[in-house]
C-alpha cells in the first residue's frame, strides 16, 4: 500500500533533473540561495531527499561512482517543524550546528578545534541568537535589537554585517578547507503560517548571505508569495495586484533562480507502480490506452500529481477487492477497469459527489450528463453539485464549467470525464455492486 513519506526511489525518472541541480550547486558562486519550486503534492520533498542522498553517498543509484566532490556537506532542514520558534533563523543555525558534529569527515575537524574551543565557537550561535532578538527579525528593527544588545552587554552594538562576519567565521571554522561548502535544504517553507515564512526569508537575506552556504528551498512558489504579500510594508492604497507583484520581486531578490520541478510525463506509468496485479495493470491500461502498450496515455483522465496518484492507487486496491475480476473476457476486463477507476477517483478527490453518489446510483447518469456537454447555461441552475469544479477535456459549450487548458496543480480540475466520455455506455446499475460492497464494509466498521 503506497504511503505519502518521501521517495527515496525515483519513480518519476528525475535524474537528468537531479544532474542537472547538482551541478549548480557544486559550481554556483556563493553565497547562493535557489528555490525548488513545485505545488503541493508535486514531489519537491522526494526530490531534495534523493538529491540530498546523492549528495551524501555520491553513488548512483545502479551503485556505480557519482563524480561529484567531497567538499559538499548536505544539511536538511524542516523549517514547518520550527515555525513557532520566534526566530526560525536561529533554529536553522542549530540545526546546522547539529547536523555537522555527526558528519563522519567533519569529526577530524572537531577533534582539532578541541572541546573548549569548538564550545566557545558554538557560543557565538547563542550570542548571535541574542542580537537577533526574539521579536523577529524584520529589516526595520535590526537597530533596536542591536541597541538593546548594547544596553544589556555593555558592548559596542552588533549591526547584521558584524552578525554575517561573526557566523562567517563559525561556519569556516567548521569546515575542513576553504573550499568546502554547505548545501543547506530547506523543506516545507510554504507549509509555514506567512509570520514564520517571511521571517526565515528575512532572515536568510540578512543575516546567512555569507560565504561556502548554498540554500536550496522547497516551496510552492504561489503560496509563499501570498504568505510574503501578507507581510511586507506598502501603502494602504495598495491595491492587491500590486501587493502581489510587490511579493514576487521580493522573492526574486531573494531567490536568484527557481528551478521549477517537472509533472509526471506519464501518469499511468506512475501510477502502475503501485499496483501489484498484473492482470490489473493490463486491464487498466486497456481502459485508458486501448492498447497494452505503456506509451503515452491516449485519454488524460488522470491527476499529474504524485501524491494524489498514490492516493488514487491506494483506492484502487481497495476498491478493486469490492468487484470480481472477469478473467476470460478482456473487454469485460477494460469496463471493469474503467469503473474501479471512476469510483476510486470520486471516493478519494470529490467527498460531495460521492456522497451524493453513494446514497442515490442514479446519480452517476448525471454525472456523466455533465462530462458529456448535456448540461447548459439554461439548466446549470439545477446542478449546484457541481460547484466550482471544472471538466478537465475540451467541451463544446460555453466553456461554463471547462478548464480548456487545466493547470495540473489546480484541485478543482474533475479529471475523469475523460474515461467517462470514452466509455458511453456505463450506466448507473454498473456501479450499483460496487456501491453496495461499499456500504456493507461502512455498515460492518
Given amino acids: ?31 547562493h540561495i535557489m528555490g525548488v519550486h513545485g505545488d503541493w503534492g508535486s514531489g519537491k ?41 520566534p526566530v526560525p533563523v536561529v533554529a536553522l543555525l542549530h540545526e546546522i ?17 578541541g572541546t573548549i574551543a569548538l564550545y566557545s565557537l558554538l557560543d557565538g550561535v547563542s550570542g548571535i541568537s541574542r542580537a537577533i532578538g526574539l521579536e523577529g527579525i524584520s529589516a526595520e528593527k535590526i537597530e533596536q535589537h542591536a541597541e538593546k544588545w548594547e544596553q544589556q552587554h555593555h558592548a559596542q552594538a552588533l549591526a547584521s554585517d558584524t552578525i554575517r562576519n ?7 571554522c567548521l569546515l575542513p578547507t576553504k573550499e568546502y561548502r554547505l548545501a543547506v535544504f530547506i523543506d516545507d517553507l510554504d507549509r509555514c503560517n506567512p509570520k514564520a515564512a517571511f521571517r526565515l526569508l528575512e532572515g536568510l537575506k540578512i543575516y546567512l548571505s555569507i560565504p561556502n552556504c548554498v540554500f536550496i528551498l522547497g516551496m510552492n512558489e504561489r503560496i509563499l508569495v501570498d504568505a510574503i504579500r501578507e507581510e511586507i510594508s506598502a501603502p494602504k492604497d495598495t491595491s492587491g495586484e500590486e501587493l502581489k507583484l510587490r511579493a514576487a520581486h521580493y522573492l526574486e531578490k531573494i531567490c536568484t533562480d527557481i528551478y521549477r520541478l ?15 496485479d498484473e492482470n490489473h495493470k493490463t486491464a487498466l491500461r486497456c481502459a485508458i490506452l486501448n492498447k497494452k502498450s505503456d506509451s503515452k496515455p491516449a485519454i488524460p483522465c488522470l491527476p499529474p500529481n504524485p501524491r494524489r496518484l498514490k492516493a488514487l492507487a491506494r483506492q484502487w486496491l481497495c476498491f478493486s477487492q469490492y468487484l470480481d475480476f472477469p478473467e476470460e473476457n478482456t473487454e469485460q476486463q477494460k469496463y471493469w477497469a474503467a469503473r474501479i477507476l471512476i469510483a476510486a477517483y470520486v471516493h478519494q478527490f470529490h467527498r460531495d459527489l460521492w456522497e451524493r453518489w453513494h446514497f442515490n446510483p442514479d446519480f452517476f447518469m448525471q454525472i456523466s450528463a455533465w462530462c458529456n456537454n448535456q448540461i447548459t447555461e439554461e439548466t446549470h441552475d439545477k446542478y449546484k453539485w457541481i460547484g466550482a469544479l471544472k471538466l478537465s477535456g475540451k467541451q ?9 487548458f487545466p493547470n495540473p496543480g489546480d484541485i478543482d480540475t474533475f479529471w475523469m470525464d475523460s474515461l467517462i466520455n470514452e466509455h458511453p455506455n456505463l450506466v448507473a446499475r454498473d456501479f450499483t455492486s460496487l456501491l453496495n460492497r461499499t456500504r456493507l464494509l461502512q455498515t460492518s466498521s
Avoid: V
Fill in 1 to 31: 500500500m503506497p504511503n505519502d513519506l518521501p521517495a527515496l526511489e525515483d519513480k518519476l525518472e528525475w535524474q537528468t533533473e537531479k544532474m542537472r541541480i547538482l551541478e549548480h550547486i557544486c559550481k554556483c558562486e556563493m553565497p
Fill in 262 to 276: 517537472p509533472i509526471p510525463n506519464d501518469p499511468l506509468k506512475f501510477l502502475l507502480h503501485f499496483i501489484p
Fill in 166 to 172: 561573526q557566523l562567517k567565521k563559525t561556519i569556516q
Fill in 45 to 85: 520533498t522526494s526530490f531534495m531527499r534523493q538529491l540530498e542522498k546523492l549528495l551524501k553517498e555520491r553513488l548512483l543509484p545502479n551503485g556505480e561512482p557519482l563524480d561529484l566532490p567531497d567538499t559538499i556537506i548536505p544539511i536538511w532542514f524542516d523549517a514547518w517543524q520550527y515555525q513557532n520558534e
Fill in 97 to 113: 550546528r547539529r547536523q555537522m558534529q555527526g558528519i563522519e569527515r567533519l569529526k577530524a575537524k572537531f577533534e582539532e578545534i
Fill in 396 to 404: 463544446n459549450n460555453d466553456g461554463t464549467w471547462t478548464s480548456g
